[in-house]
């Protein structure tokens, strides 16, 4: 395998790390945080520079919250700062993680979002007789740092870059050496690297007709029982010898019985909400609806997050819910 190498100065080559400010800040322009970095922007950019090019970043003010939607998750929002670096190192290896991925792999990549995995997994659904569902334990909390250096070793070979690397990785820990915070750009990249190995034995060693993996969940299908079984136990196998990963209970079915993916049923000729977003559309609604009423939210407002929500439920069967509650 060739190693990509003479990434670092492009990394902090001043129009990279403007553009990457620019990425940055997206949306969040009124933030103190980032007004006091704008106010100072070529000194900011000169000592990120610097760091870059020294291989000794300054990593790990994090800021911690959780969130409940649409389950418990602590979030980990690193600094304004942090975020530029993140986003100057992915400018340019964005290519080089991209090589590694299989054309059924989603999220943290171009075109290849929910709704083009939600498309691909009707196709197969549609296609195959039997699935079986993957879903790994506590993902980014069991990502193992030493074994994610090795792998990141085996596609980068800039030592500056690869010190980088491992200093992001080691700002943040869920156990010892286990752990990758949720919510950074760098966090998303290194999790679908992660796993794009168990992709490749997965489709290349047990020649899985179908599969798609978003993030951590992935589906496989055959129109053989027996084929899938087999190949849910060699993955729990490989994911916990090779990554360090345990699956939870695997859901093997037929597949008229339906699939819960992303959020959604999604049936031989049919998809529907999953009983978990179905109440996630019903509450959300009425919570928007009474920030309209009691005049917490504008008109302005109040469509900002409700259209987001539709265009959710849109992709689904939902014309009767939706009817009942707007109408």
């Known amino acids: 395998m060739k190693r990509a190498g003479n990434l670092i100065h492009k990394i902090a080559d001043s129009d990279n790390l403007r553009l ?20 100072n922007l070529d000194e900011n950019l000169l000592s990120l520079q610097s760091q870059i090019l020294s291989a000794n970043v300054r990593v790990g003010n994090y800021h911690f919250f959780t969130i409940y939607d649409p389950k418990e998750r602590q979030i980990c929002a690193a600094s304004f700062s942090e975020r530029v670096l993140h986003h100057a190192i992915m400018n ?8 590694q991925q299989i054309f059924d792999s989603y999220a943290t990549r171009i075109n290849k979002g929910t709704y083009a995995a939600l498309h691909r997994a009707e196709y197969f659904q549609n296609k195959y007789q039997w699935f079986l569902k993957l879903d790994i334990r506590k ?19 800039d030592h ?3 010190q980088i690397f491992k200093q992001i990785i080691g700002s943040y820990e869920t156990e010892q050496n286990k752990g990758l915070p949720i919510g950074n750009l760098t966090s998303q990249y290194f999790a679908n690297y992660y796993l ?3 992709d490749r034995f997965i489709k290349q060693e047990l020649k899985i007709p179908a599969y798609v993996r978003y993030m951590d969940d992935m589906v496989l299908w055959s129109n053989s029982k027996d ?20 699956l939870k209970t695997y859901d093997l079915n037929i597949n008229t019985h339906g699939i819960t993916f992303l959020g959604y049923r999604i049936f031989k000729d049919k998809i ?53 509650l707007f109408y």
């Open 272 to 324: 529907r909400l999953s009983a978990r977003s179905k109440k996630r559309f019903i509450t959300k609604t009425k919570q928007y609806e009474n920030k309209l009423k009691n005049n917490e939210w504008t008109q302005n407002e109040y469509q900002k997050h409700i259209l987001p929500l539709l265009a959710y439920t849109n992709y689904a069967e939902t014309k009767g819910l939706r009817e009942n």
């Open 139 to 157: 993902y980014f909390g069991s990502i193992d740092h030493n074994i994610l250096f090795i792998l990141l070793q085996q596609k980068f070979k």
């Open 20 to 39: 990457a400010f620019y990425k940055a800040r997206k949306g969040k322009d009124a933030k103190q945080e980032i007004i006091e970095y704008s106010n």
């Open 196 to 198: 794009s190995f168990a």
């Open 160 to 162: 500056q870059l690869l």
């Open 227 to 246: 084929h899938l079984l087999k190949a849910g136990k060699v993955t729990t196998m490989f994911l916990s010898e090779k990554l360090a990963l345990k």
């Open 92 to 99: 340019v290896c964005h290519p080089v993680f991209e090589q």
